[in-house]
């Protein structure tokens, strides 16, 4: 069974970190990845850093145009992570945009992934039709979930389709806009919230975007199935390093 899929099944909300491969210095991905997991993390989110990151707030671009200045590639991260199944057992997705796998070469890309124990992706912009058309076939031949994000915006037959078509969870985008950390939410979203777990989608849902503190990891997971926090997360790996990440976690739950 996938990871992701276990994962899910547990009796908890779920704590979903995001951070971006090579940041804050390129040898930190593994180092990073023990911690959260030592520190009760439930899955990880490895961000590939791109240069045209066009979903992301201004933290995470930064972190993402400063790992590919420390060199950061996917053979490296592949290189970093070819024993990561020895010390780290938590579901892991690999986020980021589709140019880079494209480049790679995606059959190849995803054998390299499934070799290392990655579970599944999050790939903004690749359309649902493009993915069923073309690359599902793949995917699954290696046994990788494809992650889709829905927002605000998206229509109710739009996330039925998109939940009909998936098998894991849904990336529920808590806003429309990039990115970002907020200490609260707002009555909107709090309705948003609600408008989705009352469509009793077969999939659960995880909510990102804008989750930074316990305030807005409580109010996200009130009707999901948990929450993922990114740009607060890697603002404290700016300020503090590996050695803040205990404290962090503990702050959220």
Not at 14 to 20: A, D, E, N, P, Q
Not at 64 to 83: P, R
Not at 172 to 183: I, N, P
């Amino acid at each position: 069974m996938n990871k992701i899929h276990e994962k899910l099944q547990e009796n908890k909300k779920l704590l979903s970190i995001y951070f971006t491969a090579g940041y804050p210095s390129l040898e930190d991905t593994v180092p990073i990845l023990e911690a959260l997991e030592q520190n009760g993390v439930d899955m990880v989110e490895i961000g590939l850093p791109f240069s045209d990151p066009l979903a992301d707030g201004p933290i995470i671009q930064q972190s993402s145009t400063l790992a590919l200045k420390n060199g950061m590639t996917s053979q490296i991260l592949f290189d970093q992570l070819k024993n990561i199944r020895e010390t780290v057992s938590i579901p892991l997705i690999i986020m980021g945009y589709f140019n880079p796998i494209l480049q790679y070469g995606v059959e190849e890309f995803c054998k390299k992934c499934n070799e290392i124990g990655i579970d599944g992706f999050i790939i903004p912009d690749l359309p649902l039709a493009e993915y069923n058309k073309h690359y599902r076939a793949i995917f699954e031949k290696y046994n990788l979930l494809n992650i889709f994000l829905i927002t605000p915006q998206t229509s109710e037959a739009r996330i039925k389709e998109i939940d009909n078509a998936s098998n894991g969870f849904i990336y529920m985008v808590s806003s429309a806009s990039t990115t970002g950390a907020k200490d609260v939410f707002n009555n909107d979203q709090d309705a948003y919230f609600n408008r989705i777990h009352n469509l009793n989608l077969k999939n659960p849902q995880i909510v990102g975007f804008g989750i930074s503190n316990n305030k807005t990891y409580k109010a996200a997971t009130t009707f999901a199935k948990g929450a993922i926090i990114g740009s607060a997360f890697i603002k404290m790996l700016s300020q503090t390093g590996i050695k803040g990440i205990a404290s962090f976690v503990k702050s959220i739950r």
